[in-house]
């Protein structure tokens, strides 16, 4: 294998690892900017997505049935656990980070006792071998987490800037009190924002389960670097969350392939730190967002 | 002394007593090791209780400190041969240091971010003792260390340990708690009323809270060490970011700023855990009880943060 | 003061009642394994051997003592959720509250190694479930602790005499970077030096990664005339498909950690064409009629396979370790002393891992006869040479 085949194989695993990221750290990034609140259980929006495609999919309903109803189920979810922290909304944001914590270990632990310790193995949506593209090879699976990650993305852009639901949860996102001013519902955009992450959660769980199997604990670290990619993007810029999501799966993945495997889980949080210290020297003049 | 001093003293000399009575009483080592473990778990929630209570900020890599206590202590008693009371001071001061190197960088972020930022340094800490083998063992972690000794008396036995680590933890409380009533401990009061009002009377904000976040550095790897030379082997496996969030639970749990509030916590989460274990019958089905043990500590996080932010201390009477 | 009452009242519920002399008096067996958390998939079968055991010996009225009575056997299990804190208390509570002869467990090699100094101090008979080699060694100061699981340099040494024969000489490597993973890799390193093969690729990854294509890049960019794998599902399995995928051409050789159904039908058909060394039990079947295990592994298997599902070696490592301390008890009674004495002298005890052969020097009891090739074929278990 050439140094160009290798470069374009980490390119590859990079990119498609980095589409997983950019879907959860888009959720991370709509319940921020419209809330302020750091939804730790981001991660555990896409372990029941994934699970509960195992559960109806795969020979019991038609894929994009399963689909849609795994989908419907983790948005409800998220709905659910926004009516559970709206009657504490105004107590202060560590306290409610550390509501999120619980909340993310209680789905967790739920999910245990649902579906136990094992992984499940998925069908991928549509069978073959891997595709080749320049000397690198993307699995077929591979593509449709990219295609619906890309679909995903045009839905919300169409929503945020041509539907006027849309544009009020970007009204609120921008200011709050303004947008209360203009006669805007802000717990309705905070109800809307909770609902649209867990669907953008479970959305990258149920793709990415044929290729990483359905656990009870994968919610986790996914969750984890999600986040990275969020504050990649300042936490409040959805295009940013997308960008930084891949950037850094390929950062991940040439750091494997070029330097050395064995600290590929640490670059994740070694790139968060670094974020946070530029953050204090203010080198770079993006705004990583401050609680309101 | 004031009286909530005096009233802290009478308490601090009663428990001593109770856990001298237990430690000579008791000959079960299951009761006994139950209480060690809730004296080292206090001890590293106490410090990381003062950050959250007074400086207010959340660290979610405090177990990154637990670490580097017992791995300090571990590896110069295990593999140099240094004296255990001579590793434990630098595994304190380590601790310290850490706290004070990751703490001047990040302390100016806002508390979310913050937050954040010590949970990514907790986990890179991890990778670090997971992939460090040379020195820390690696993942298959060090075997050997020895007890800690005061001449020919060797604390080796669950009785001596209890004794041991609940006299430092008493030790650690009083200290605490002194610091909370003096001029130090008003400032810090301040702070956590209103930084801004605080500031304004001249208080230097960043540095207090930068001082209590080495303290509780130095407390948690004091409890670390202290872990590694009773169990006498240690792996990263109890460092990671779940004990980090169990550390927050139980100052959750107790009360943030509460110092006997942090005890509790410790106790009823070590308790908690192994009422559960012991007395839900084990299935012949994979559910056993941890399962439930997990779901019901996140509901419980979340419990009490709506309900009862804070945490058991506050069902007292206030003085 | 309501503090310590506090405490004092949640500290007696920790008291439970002794147990009742009957008119037998029950023999006690204590075992901790990993029900849960990431050692779940080793610990869950290793619980279920040893309920069936005691649900099949005490259908035969228990065990029969030195005293020539019958005594019901009661195996007191309790879960460690893979986390050493809850081993150490979980070995205490056995030693002091449910006042067990012995101990079977742990599941994991870290948590054995974490109650090493329990049961030593206890003096307290333990037989470990886990691999590492530590766990045993160094003999003299290992007195009460024994194990059943092959220690890895002897699977290795199978591994590697093979991958010699085969004329595979240049060998790309990757493991799990979990205890199971690293201890393979310092087993492996030593035994390829020795056997001259070169290692012209040593990568590693994490438990719960998702995506091995970077390591396996490296690792095919190298040449490798094989490639072994070191880790358990599901990480061995993604790694499995990520290598077929990749289309690398190579034969893959994986770890013993991967001898249960679980690995194959994750891995899917990416798992044709593996070979890894375990013990006899996957292929019992197609073992030679004169193999003195052979009836023994049929046995287990056909029992455990009614019952619970696909046969499993770490389950049959909890079968040797509980048969061991019941054949303990039927020469020594409840005394630990002498129960660990009767295990150490234990010769040529047929189980499932191997024939053991215990002495003061060797807590093992094993060798490379423990230990046999398999290859998977069609996503079954054959027998390979």
Known sequence: MTLLEQLAQYLASGLVVGGIYALIGLGFVIVFSVTRIINFAQGEFVMPGALLMVTLGDRRLATPIAFLLAVGVVAGVGALLERAIHPVRGAPPLAILILTIGASIAIRGGALILWGTDPFALAPFSPGPPVWLGGAMIVRQGLWLLGIAALAFALLWVFFTRTYAGTAVRACAINPRGARLMGIRVDRASLLAWTLSGALGATAGAVIAPITYATYDMGLMLGLKGFVAAVLGGLVSPLGAIAGGFLLGVLESLAAGLVSSAYKDAVAFVVLIVLCLVQVAGWIPWRVAEEA | MSVSARRRFRMLVAVAIAMAALSSAVTSRYVLSTLIFIALNAMAALGLSLVMGFAGQVSLGQAAFYAVGAYVSGVLTASFGWNGWAALVLAVGAGALLALAIGLPIFRLSGLLLAMATLGFGIIVYYVLVNWSGITGGPSGLTGIPPLALGRFRFDTDQRMLWLAWSLLLLLLGLAGNLVDSRVGRALRAVHGSEVAAEAAGIDTLRLKLGVFTAAGATTALAGSLYAHYLTFINPSPFGFAYSVELVVMVVLGGVASIWGTVLGAAAVVLFVEALRTGLPLLTASHGAPEYEIVAFGLILMGFVVFLPGGLASLRKTP | ?385
Do not use: C
Not at chain 3, 180 to 193: D, P, Y
Not at chain 3, 310 to 322: E, K, L, M, S
């Open chain 3, 1 to 385: 003061m309501r503090l310590i009452t506090a405490l004092v009242l949640s500290l007696s519920t920790l008291v439970w009642a002794i147990p009742s002399a009957t008119a037998q008096e029950p023999y006690r067996i204590g075992a901790i394994f990993s029900i849960t958390g990431p050692g779940s998939s080793l610990g869950i079968p290793e619980r279920d051997t040893a309920l069936m055991l005691e649900a099949e010996l005490n259908a035969r009225g228990g065990i029969k003592g030195p005293d020539g009575k019958l005594h019901p056997l009661k195996m007191v299990i309790y879960d460690d959720a893979s986390d050493e804190t809850k081993a150490v208390l979980a070995a205490k509570r056995l030693i002091d509250e449910d006042r067990v002869t012995a101990i079977v467990g742990t599941t994991l090699s870290g948590t054995s190694l974490a109650i090493l100094d329990t049961v030593q101090k206890a003096e307290v008979p333990l037989v470990s479930v886990a691999a590492a080699i530590k766990i045993v060694e160094p003999a003299a100061e290992r007195k009460w602790v024994f194990k059943t699981p092959q220690s890895d340099y002897l699977i290795v040494g199978v591994l590697v005499d093979s991958l010699k024969a085969r004329g595979y000489l240049k060998v790309g490597w990757l493991n799990v970077d979990y205890a199971f993973g690293q201890l393979g890799w310092i087993e492996f390193e030593k035994a390829a030096h020795k056997a001259g093969l070169t290692i012209v690729a040593n990568e590693k990854f994490g438990q719960k990664d998702v995506d091995m294509t970077p390591q396996l890049t490296r690792v095919k960019a190298a040449n490798p005339q094989a490639v072994v794998v070191w880790s358990i599902p599901p990480s061995a399995s993604i790694a499995t498909k990520n290598y077929g995928d990749l289309g690398i051409k190579a034969p893959l050789f994986q770890s013993h950690g991967v001898g249960n159904k679980r690995y194959i039908e994750l891995a899917g058909p990416a798992a044709n064409g593996v070979i890894f060394p375990v013990g006899k039990l996957l292929v019992a079947e197609q073992l030679p009629d004169n193999d003195v295990q052979r009836p023994v592994l049929l046995a287990y298997a056909r029992d455990f396979e009614a019952r619970y599902g696909p046969r499993n070696t770490f389950g049959g490592h909890a079968w040797d370790a509980v048969r061991l301390v019941v054949k303990a008890m039927e020469k020594a009674g409840p005394d630990r002393a002498k129960v660990r004495g009767a295990i150490e002298s234990t010769r040529n005890f047929v189980g499932i891992t191997g024939v053991f052969d215990f002495s003061p020097t060797d807590h093992n009891g094993l060798d490379r006869r423990a230990v046999t090739l398999v290859q998977i074929v069609d996503g079954q278990w054959k027998l390979a040479k």
